[in-house]
């Protein structure tokens, strides 16, 4: 790849283009990982209530603190859990790289402006 000369118009706009493309991937992408987690953290809900709902029973009527009950409803459901968070970090991660190309273009948006106003 060659490198941007910043006083070369037709550079900056072309960078400008293709940085434009890659920010709309990018964009369909975080919709895809958005949704994705979104499933996977309902998942986890649902599995989690499930999970509560076999320790309660499981305890044939004896007592159990809120704090055990917990701790058994998690070690069930760490597998799913650690499953969305990856997901939920993925999508973070993807939206970082949005704001990244959003920023970057807007810099190279300044520039154009500012070469346009010296001729």
Same mark, same amino acid.
């Given at each position: 790849?060659?490198? %941007?000369?910043? !006083?070369n118009p037709a550079q900056v706009a072309h960078?400008? *283009?293709?940085?434009?493309?890659m920010l =709309?991937? +990018?964009?369909?992408?975080? +919709?895809?990982?958005?949704? =994705?987690?979104? @499933?996977?953290? *309902?998942?986890?809900k649902g599995d989690y209530a499930r999970a509560m709902l076999t320790v309660i029973a499981s305890s044939n009527g004896g007592r159990m603190t809120v704090a055990e009950k917990d701790a058994r409803v998690e070690v069930e459901v760490n597998n799913e859990r650690i499953i969305a968070e990856v997901s939920e970090? @993925? *999508? @973070?991660?993807t939206k970082a790289a949005l704001d990244s190309l959003r920023v970057q273009i807007d810099a190279? +948006?300044? %520039?154009? *402006? !500012?070469? +346009?106003a010296q001729t």
């Open positions: 790849m060659t490198q %941007l000369d910043p !006083n960078e400008i *283009a293709r940085l434009s493309e =709309e991937e +990018r964009t369909g992408e975080y +919709r895809d990982d958005i949704e =994705e987690a979104a @499933k996977l953290s *309902a998942t986890l970090a @993925k *999508a @973070k991660a190279l +948006r300044s %520039l154009g *402006a !500012n070469l +346009r």
